[in-house]
Nanobody
Framework: QVQLVESGGGSVQAGGSLRLSCEAS????????MAWFRQVPGKEREGLAC????????TYADSVKGRFTVSRDNAKNTVYLQMNDLKPEDSAMYYC?????????????????WGKGIQVTISP
């Protein structure tokens, strides 16, 4: 069993930055792909990015490419999402997730464990 806990969310103005963290416990996640998603009420959960276990391959959704950066520190069992140039449409609940296999692109149904999510709100 793996527990994932997101932190670092909050409210910022458009153009600002936030850094989300996802700390895993219960087991090491160093051998697994990790991913970030977001969801707004009434919409499907959107895959944002995934990173392979060794951090050498990262895939981003077009909606965040060039603004968001995923990284991981396997020694800390933690994955990060650096979000820059934030826009009001980035407001959502953000989730991290673990995929048992190789993540080529973040697909909701391929994930095995999920965090509970954290709110990010961007004001104009």
């Amino acid at each position: 069993q793996v527990q994932l806990v997101e932190s670092g969310g909050g409210s910022v103005q458009a153009g600002g930055s936030l850094r989300l963290s996802c700390e895993a416990s219960g087991n090491s996640v160093s051998s697994y792909s990790m991913a970030w998603f977001r969801q707004v009420p009434g919409k499907e959960r959107e895959g944002l990015a995934c990173i392979l276990s060794n951090g050498l391959r990262i895939t981003y959704a077009d909606s965040v490419k060039g603004r968001f950066t995923v990284s991981r520190d396997n020694a800390k069992n933690t994955v990060y999402l650096q979000m820059n140039d934030l826009k009001p449409e980035d407001s959502a609940m953000y989730y991290c997730a673990l995929q048992g296999g190789i993540c080529y692109r973040p697909i909701k149904d391929a994930m095995h464990y999920w965090g509970k999510g954290i709110q990010v709100t961007i004001s104009p």
